[in-house]
């Protein structure tokens, strides 16, 4: 059985626009006899190629911003108020607590006076008082209580750290799970 009619070009990858990109709209020429070819002029009346569209405009996407619910560390009243008297000294500056490799048990808290924080250091902030803790220090700190204990030889900040799973005895060292 044969057909009679039009034939169907063959799409082949010359005829085929590239993904993203529509091919130029043609009008073709308009013949004399048509009422409208009276209305246009020598060029209106020649084929005419549209423009391309202009490519879509990209779609900005906002970084999401992820909030803890529950800081990483917590500071007792006492820790509190020593941090203010240190922000009203002569030089104010800022904790940042860390850990170091040291001690019989592995590691130690390791607190320094810094101006403003690093780049991925967590910024905790109580009571009007930031304390930052180091990005590498985070997994072993998170979940603390910072307080401040004084007594007749000494002042200092300790740690409450439920993360601890061994201690060295003179209490300057620790232990965490994975580390």
């Known amino acids: 059985m044969s057909h009679s009619g039009p034939s169907r070009p063959t799409p082949n990858a010359s005829s085929n626009p590239v993904l993203g990109q529509t091919p130029p709209v043609v009008i073709p020429a308009q013949t004399s006899g048509e009422p409208s070819a009276k209305s246009l002029s020598a060029d209106a009346a020649s084929p005419q190629i549209a423009a391309r569209p202009p490519p879509a405009p990209k779609v900005e996407r906002r970084r999401p911003t992820i909030k803890s619910t ?3 560390i917590s500071l007792t009243p006492v820790a509190v108020e020593r941090l203010h008297g240190l922000l009203k000294g002569p030089t104010p500056q800022l904790i940042r607590i860390g850990v170091r490799n040291k001690g019989c048990a592995g590691l130690s808290y390791h607190l320094e ?3 403003k924080p690093g780049k ?23 979940g603390s209580e ?14 409450k750290n ?6 060295c005895g003179c209490g300057e060292s620790f232990t965490v799970d994975g580390s």
């Open 70 to 72: 529950k800081a990483a």
């Open 146 to 159: 910072m307080d401040w204990q004084e007594d007749v030889l000494s002042a200092k900040f300790t740690f």
């Open 162 to 167: 439920p993360n601890v799973t061994d201690a």
């Open 113 to 115: 006076y810094v101006d």
């Open 120 to 142: 991925f250091d967590e910024v905790v902030e109580q009571d009007g008082v930031k304390v930052l803790i180091d990005s590498k220090a985070l997994f072993s700190i998170i």
